[in-house]
């Protein structure tokens, strides 16, 4: 943790000079203060490399919400944290660590020219020396991962499943596998399915970072 208070103070005073300005520019559930989104991301890599934000917002009328996580790295965990909790109270916005669980958890992530559908994956949830082991399963599993935008969109529906902060404090590893031919008879399950198996064991492990493989 290099990161400063000093750092945390100045990005948060930055976004109290700037918030005018970036809700003024919320068109249709979006910001097109590109320009100032980009300083704010700049603002946040001096604090912690692994740092990153987006907007949430039910209705053009509600309150938005930026939402600040950090892509997965459990070594970052603490600098969100921190980040958050020195947060100033401004009106028209909220501030939030960490993607929490969503209901209904959703069909579907819309990837730009691919439309990911839940139903399309399985998976395997196993305790093994006391550690959690998840597995998922895909149709042409790539073998490298950033390069398919169904692994992304896994990944927002896992936050969504369990939420961002349990996934990477709950889950030992992350792997991904070729779908067999019939998922039932190597014991995996849907995806949607996950919630519930993972609620029923998760207090059997200690907190841990994860491991992507």
Known sequence: MNYSRKQIEDFWQQIERTLDQLLSSQRDMQFEAEPLLNAYRTSLQKIDRNLTFHFECESEQG?????????????????????????PELNGINFRAFNERYDPVPAFVNMGDELCEIDEFWCSLRELNGKLQLAIYMTDAPRILEMDPRVEAVMILLDALIGEYELM?????????ELPADPL??????????????????DRVQPVGITIH
Do not use: N
């Open 63 to 87: 309150p938005v919400e930026m939402v600040f996580g950090c892509d997965g790295y459990p070594e970052s965990i603490h600098a969100v944290l921190s980040l958050v909790g020195a947060a």
């Open 169 to 177: 404090t709950r889950i030992w590893s992350l792997d991904w596998y």
């Open 185 to 202: 008879d190597y014991g995996l399950m849907p995806l949607a399915d996950l919630r519930q198996a993972f609620d029923r064991i998760k």
